[in-house]
């Protein structure tokens, strides 16, 4: 009787937990839901979501619990040789009570995230009758072992599970697709209307030359524009990868600066850089990271004045790196703040300066995706800083830099 009754309560907290998951359709967010919902049933230690790239074939971590959780984002897991390979070949739950005696446990998913497995439980996401990912709960807490109710439990959450991130990948790209459009009809409109121009009896050679500088400046800015909605689509559908290597954040820095200072001495801003000497190093993706200090840097010099200044500084706290692009420069309304990360959100400007309103949506991505966060503060005529943190995992870059 009283597991009868213990029963009704989570099943009332499975009906809780599924609205709660149909309430979103935003990727990142319900996959959070649903691995903290995992975890609350099924008492284990940590979470992880794989989901399966219908293209590709291939089977990859997309969200896992836990500090260094984010570092799973991305790893491929082999279809032959890996529990989650076994859940979406055969479409059903497995329990492998010890991972040491299993030859399907992918050891190296592991050694990635620095997360010790010793049992799991993994159930398959089925959406439409499609296998679509799979659900794994590992280690169970307190030494105990997975029974009957754990696997029916997270059989009936990954189910309600399955269908919101359907719902949530489609949405998506629906989403993207028609943003996209509608923001390339502006260029394509005006080239298509100079290159009339130009085929009009009465155009001057003068004219033609003006209006081919036109086309080209519009071809430009769609040629950067797709390159940019690819990294983000990417980076959106988690099927962006992540270089996993220890990275000096100062060269990253420095390299970035030098790219933008004939733009700033051009425009008469000041550029200037303070890092202490010894920076502890971070692990993660070099090139990706200089994308980042790109977007901000060169947002600051987009938007300052002639005689603005723009500040770079890191500032090394405990467990954490902070880097801060501080500028003197228009600042940002109060009421544009809470948009200025959405992707394709510009303040309208008087000065029509050209973007797409990207460059910020992707270093977010990008800062998330290595586990930090980045946050702006910026006051109208006075300036804009721009502050994200990263963490630092000592022990992790210490191993590698032996
Ligand atoms: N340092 C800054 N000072 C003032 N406004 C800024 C600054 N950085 C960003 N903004 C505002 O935030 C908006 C969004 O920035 P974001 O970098 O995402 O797009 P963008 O620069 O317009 O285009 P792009 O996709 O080319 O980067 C900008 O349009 C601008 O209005
Ligand atoms: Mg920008």
Request: glycine share 6%.
């Amino acid at each position: 009787m009283v597991q009868d009754s213990e029963r009704v309560v989570w099943l009332e907290r499975l009906i809780e937990i599924s609205r709660s998951l149909n309430s979103t359709l935003s990727l990142r967010p319900l996959l959070h839901r649903i691995l903290v919902a995992a975890q609350e049933l099924t008492r284990t230690e940590a979470c992880s979501i794989l989901l399966l790239d219908r293209k590709s074939g291939q089977l990859r971590f997309e969200a896992a619990t836990g500090p260094q959780g984010y570092r799973m984002r991305s790893i491929v897991v082999p279809m032959e040789g890996s529990i989650a390979g076994w859940v979406v070949q055969t479409g059903a739950p497995l329990v492998i009570p010890d991972v040491r005696s299993d030859p399907r446990h992918y050891h190296k998913a592991d050694e990635q995230s620095t997360f010790t497995t010793h049992s799991i439980l993994a159930v398959p996401l089925i959406a439409r009758d499609n296998v679509i990912g799979v659900l794994e709960a590992l280690n169970k807490k307190n030494g105990a072992e997975f029974g009957e109710e754990d696997v029916e439990l997270l059989t009936v959450l990954g189910d309600q599970a399955a269908v919101a991130v359907q719902n949530a990948l489609l949405f998506q790209q629906s989403d993207l697709i028609a943003e996209i459009v509608h923001e390339m009809r502006t260029p394509l409109a005006a080239i298509l209307a100079y290159a009339e121009l130009m085929q009009r009896a009465d155009a001057t050679l003068a004219q033609c030359r003006q209006f081919a500088d036109v086309i080209r400046g519009e071809a430009e800015r769609l040629n950067e524009m797709a390159t940019n909605f690819l990294d983000l689509a990417r980076l959106e559908s988690g099927r962006a990868f992540f270089a996993q290597d220890p990275v000096d954040l100062s060269t990253v820095i420095r390299m970035a600066v030098s790219v933008l200072m004939p733009q700033a001495d051009a425009k008469q801003i000041g550029l200037s850089v303070d890092i202490p000497s010894a920076l502890p190093l971070i692990v993660g993706d070099a090139q990706r990271l200089h994308q980042v200090m790109l977007n901000l840097v060169g947002n600051a010099v987009k938007y300052c004045r002639p005689g603005d200044e723009v500040t770079i500084m890191v500032r090394s706290e405990e467990d954490r790196l902070v880097v801060s692009v501080a500028d003197t420069g228009p600042g940002i309304p109060a009421e544009a703040l809470p948009h200025i990360f959405e992707r394709f959100y510009r303040v309208p400007d008087v000065r029509r300066t050209l973007g797409a309103g990207l460059g910020l949506t992707i270093a977010r991505q990008i800062v998330e995706a290595h586990g930090g966060e980045i946050h702006v503060s910026s006051e109208e005529g006075q300036g804009t800083t721009f502050t994200f943190m990263l963490p630092v995992n000592k022990t992790r870059v210490d191993a590698d830099a032996h």
